[in-house]
């Protein structure tokens, strides 16, 4: 069975600092990456996607990525309250459409 | 306007019931999805499809149907609820290898 691995978290961040999330999968297979954040309630929003082995950068936000580790990050510089939320890490398996979904990681960011 | 639109949003129900979640888009994309999503869990994929003739099962299937009756519409359909089917349900379309969600719908099966 294909699989996505987050820490369930709750990760508790002060405001400004970096918060750090990661996700490790089991399809090497896989072909593409993504990181969505999904407040309390809502549907989830794509933040980031990344095909390519190295980072990837946009804004505070910056996605890592290392297929032969099997794993996937995302950073979040200067960390504001308004980030607290769940972050999904979702992989588009080899062969296959639709995405298969971490559970989420809890990030807080306190003030 | 919302580019992907669920009806009901809240919907309680109970066990044996027929029930039918819809999902309309205006974003014109091909390819659409089903998605629950249970404590813990994490959103979980039902069924999806490429355009109205092609209707695939994803991970968990069992107990749904869909139907596609328009390039913009997909409805997902229970024929006869259980209560370990009360979850968040997402409809979803694609482009290129970005999906976008609707708001989602609520449904309990008492």
């Known amino acids: 069975q294909k699989e996505v691995e987050q820490n369930s978290g709750p990760l508790s961040v002060p405001e400004g600092a970096i918060a750090s999330l990661n996700c490790t999968y089991s399809?090497?297979?896989?072909?593409?990456f993504f990181w969505y954040r999904q407040y309390s309630g809502k549907s989830p929003e794509l933040i980031m996607f990344i095909y390519s082995n190295g980072d990837k950068e946009d804004g505070r936000f910056t996605a890592q990525l290392n297929k032969a580790s099997q794993y996937v990050s995302l950073l979040i510089r200067d960390s504001q309250p308004s980030d607290s939320a769940t972050y999904l890490c979702?992989?588009?398996?080899?062969?296959?459409?639709?995405?298969?979904f971490g559970k989420g990681t809890h990030l807080i960011i306190q003030p | 306007d919302a580019d992907v639109t669920q009806t009901p949003r809240n919907r309680i129900t109970k066990t044996g019931k027929r029930i039918m979640l819809e999902c309309s888009q205006t974003k014109g994309h091909d390819r659409m999805y089903w998605y629950r999503q249970d404590p813990g869990l994490g959103l979980r994929l039902i069924y999806y499809?490429?355009?109205?003739?092609?209707?695939n099962k994803g991970e968990i299937s069992d107990g749904y149907s869909v139907s596609r009756q328009a390039q913009a519409k997909f409805s997902l359909s229970l024929e006869s609820a259980i209560p370990n089917q009360t979850a968040l349900y997402f409809c979803?379309?694609?482009?290129?290898?970005?999906?976008?969600f609707g708001p989602g719908t609520r449904l309990t099966v008492l």
């Open positions: 979702a992989v588009n398996p080899g062969g296959a459409d639709g995405l298969t």
């Open positions: 399809d090497r297979g896989s072909q593409s």
């Open positions: 499809s490429f355009d109205v003739k092609d209707i």
């Open positions: 979803a379309t694609r482009r290129g290898n970005e999906q976008f």
